[in-house]
């Protein structure tokens, strides 16, 4: 089954042009952006560039602003808790 995240019939263009199921189309455009999370989340600050999606990059000031969110939510988690 198709998802409603990408257009129909983007998906099903692309799962005829290279023979694929949709499924297997929307996996293979998932997997890139799990990429481009995961260096992020490393701490890669030069960037992904991804072919035809172009590049994508944390800021250093955003990484800073970033850490302290995590901070202060896992600190009202474990209020939250006691």
Known sequence: MISKRYPKDIINKLSEEFA???EEIEKIVDSQFQ??????VKGNTKGVKLMKLG?????????G???ERKRVLKEQASVNQS
């Open 20 to 22: 694929l199921t949709p």
């Open 35 to 40: 990429f481009v999370r995961r260096m992020m």
């Open 55 to 63: 590049h994508f990059l944390m800021k250093p000031w955003m990484r």
């Open 65 to 67: 602003r970033v850490e």
